[in-house]
């Protein structure tokens, strides 16, 4: 098929990959930009498919666990994280150290004093116990 006016439904679409056919769209420069494959023609798709379909509930359950037990982790390594920083020996979180940091920038720029500019030093991960919001 060529041309820019050539419609495809979603019912031609699934026709095609019911008679295992793949469609491929084009730019104007004659370069991919996507492609409508068969599922039940591709073997490895097909099989991961039926497995889900196959799967118990139980086995269900044990991945959503594993997955919010791993969200939880990483939710508590990003709030510690998050508040790992230290500017001019105080331990503050990241969102402060950055408004720290532009406020000391602003007061240079415009009083255009000789203050130093307070950068935020993270901190390695031993000095990072009690730190809070």
């Known amino acids: 098929m ?4 050539i ?3 979603t019912m031609d679409l699934s026709i095609l990959s019911q008679n295992k ?3 491929m769209t084009l730019d104007e420069k004659y370069l991919p930009t996507a492609i409508v494959l068969p599922f039940e023609g591709h073997a490895r798709q097909s ?9 118990c509930k139980g086995v269900y359950l044990d ?5 919010i037990r791993q969200k939880i982790s990483n939710q508590a390594i990003a709030h510690v994280l998050h508040n790992a920083c230290m500017i001019d020996g105080t ?3 990241v969102m ?3 408004d720290m940091m532009v406020e000391s920038y602003k007061r240079i720029i415009l009083d255009k004093s000789d203050e130093k500019l307070s950068l935020p030093i993270i901190l390695p991960i031993q000095s990072m116990e009690g730190i809070t919001e």
């Open 2 to 5: 060529d041309g820019a006016n």
């Open 7 to 9: 419609r495809l439904s």
């Open 21 to 23: 056919v793949s469609v």
């Open 47 to 55: 099989k991961l498919m039926h497995a889900q379909v196959t799967t």
């Open 63 to 67: 991945l959503w666990l594993q997955i």
């Open 91 to 93: 331990k503050v979180n």
């Open 96 to 98: 402060s150290a950055i």
